[in-house]
Structure formats: structure tokens, C-alpha cells
């Protein structure tokens, strides 16, 4: 089982930047998936982007398309999120997850491991 923990959340202004950061241990990091989900106050958890075993390919949603961008680096089992032209509608705790295979999709029921969140507040 992926332990997970994401770190890089915080304040920021609208339309500035920020970068997550998620750590993974675990044997089968380097073949799972890795997805980004956020959860807001009252809202059910969102997906946001996938990224497959090896980098190679990434999905987002259209919330995000064009503002957020996943990447890996599978020699240091860590998965990243940069955020761009952020908006206050993107205030939420930031989760990333392990996917049971590797490639995911949209659901939750496809990944297996959470990590604890980080929350990013953004202001007007």
C-alpha cells in the first residue's frame, strides 16, 4: 500500500501560482498511476488530473485544462501539481492518490491510496 503525503498548499493571491508536491513510498509507485482530487467545504471530492506510470500521458479536468499540469519524477516517488491563474473558486484541500493500476480515470473507486490533504485558499 502507497503511503501519500502532499505538501506546497497554502495562501495565494487570484491569478497568481502555486506548486504541490506529493511524496509516495511504496513498491508499486513506479507502475501505479497518480491522480489530484480536491475537496471544497461542502462539495463532494473533485477530480482534477491523472498522470500514468511513466509520465508519459495526463488527463485533466476541464475546471483545470489549460491552468493546472501534473508531473512525476518516478526516481524520487514524487508527484507535483502546478497551479496557474488561480481563481478563488479553487480554494480547497488538495488530495493526491495512487491508482490501482497504471493508468486511472475519473472515479474515485480507481485509486487506492489518499494522501491527508493539504489546503490552498485562494484570495480575490
Known amino acids: 500500500q502507497a503511503r501519500l503525503v502532499e505538501s506546497g498548499g497554502g495562501l495565494a493571491q487570484a491569478g497568481g501560482s502555486l506548486r504541490l508536491s506529493c511524496a509516495a513510498s511504496?513498491?508499486?509507485?513506479?507502475?501505479?498511476?497518480m491522480g489530484w482530487f480536491r475537496q471544497a467545504p461542502g462539495k463532494g471530492r473533485e477530480f482534477l488530473g491523472v498522470i500514468n506510470w511513466s509520465g508519459g500521458f495526463t488527463s485533466y479536468a476541464e475546471a483545470v485544462k489549460g491552468r493546472f499540469t501534473i508531473s512525476r519524477d518516478n526516481a524520487k516517488n514524487m508527484v507535483y501539481l502546478q497551479m496557474h491563474s488561480l481563481k478563488p473558486e479553487d480554494t480547497a484541500v488538495y488530495y493526491c492518490?495512487?491508482?490501482?493500476?497504471?493508468?486511472?480515470?475519473?472515479?474515485?473507486?480507481?485509486?487506492?491510496?489518499w494522501g491527508q490533504g493539504t489546503q490552498v485558499t485562494v484570495s480575490s
Open positions: 492518490a495512487a491508482g490501482r493500476r497504471p493508468w486511472a480515470g475519473t472515479d474515485l473507486e480507481d485509486f487506492g491510496a
Open positions: 511504496g513498491r508499486t509507485f513506479n507502475s501505479s498511476a
